[in-house]
Antibody, heavy 117, light 109 residues
Framework: EVQLVESGGGLVQPGGSLRLSCAASGFTFSSYEMNWVRQAPGKGLEWVSYISSSGSTIYYADSVKGRFTISRDNAKNSLYLQMNSLRAEDTAVYYC??????????WGQGTLVTVSS | SSELTQDPAVSVALGQTVRITCQGDSLRSYYASWYQQKPGQAPVLVIYGKNNRPSGIPDRFSGSSSGNTASLTITGAQAEDEADYYCNSRDSSGNHRRVFGGGTKLTVL
């Protein structure tokens, strides 16, 4: 069974940093591209970042470029999102999501990040 | 960057058919995928590719596409289909960026 379990969310002050983790199991993690997708309270889904299976290709949404860094450790079956210079508008549930080119086929349960003073 | 446009809300009578649409330039190059999200839950993939359903998704869900418009059709809507529905595709720039529609709130009357 495919499982994606996010952790690392919490309350952080504006300008602060947070590192999200996603533990993957039930599939060969190193063979799959991955994404982070977020959802602000009461709002729609917003794609945040993509990383290829090897980690060699990375993309970011314009809203987070230069502040967020996606990475992965295939030996640990883990995906990460380092978030710096956080703003109030970054407040959202962050989902780890598996990419199969034609779709995102599995999502984690999400972890809530709240940016507030 | 690309945008995908969805109607904010749609309603359907129980047992009737409803179509939810998604428009955007990227859909001329890429198929849309569709996600169902119920309150407090993660999204669930319901349609991908030309018209494919993941295992466990009822066959009342179907997808189609024409030009810059993709559609999700629910034939014989059930009460449990009441949810938010989001379309998604690759960005029209041809890389691995993705774009989501704003979502459609489906109410089953």
């Amino acid at each position: 069974e495919v499982q994606l379990v996010e952790s690392g969310g919490g309350l952080v002050q504006p300008g602060g940093s947070l590192r999200l983790s996603c533990a993957a199991s039930g599939f060969t993690f190193s063979s799959y591209e991955m994404n982070w997708v977020r959802q602000a309270p009461g709002k729609g889904l917003e794609w945040v970042s993509y990383i290829s299976s090897s980690g060699s290709t990375i993309y970011y949404a314009d809203s987070v470029k230069g502040r967020f860094t996606i990475s992965r450790d295939n030996a640990k079956n883990s995906l990460y999102l380092q978030m710096n210079s956080l703003r109030a508008e970054d407040t959202a549930v962050y989902y780890c999501a598996r990419d199969v080119v034609v779709a995102i086929d599995y999502w984690g349960q999400g972890t809530l990040v709240t940016v507030s003073s | 960057s690309s945008e995908l446009t969805q109607d904010p809300a749609v309603s359907v009578a129980l047992g009737q058919t409803v179509r939810i649409t998604c428009q955007g330039d990227s859909l001329r190059s890429y198929y849309a995928s569709w996600y169902q999200q119920k309150p407090g839950q993660a999204p669930v993939l319901v349609i991908y590719g030309k018209n494919n359903r993941p295992s466990g998704i009822p066959d009342r869900f179907s997808g189609s596409s024409s030009g810059n418009t993709a559609s999700l059709t629910i034939t014989g809507a059930q009460a449990e289909d009441e949810a938010d529905y989001y379309c998604n595709s690759r960005d029209s720039s041809g890389n691995h960026r993705r774009v989501f529609g704003g979502g459609t709130k489906l109410t089953v009357l």
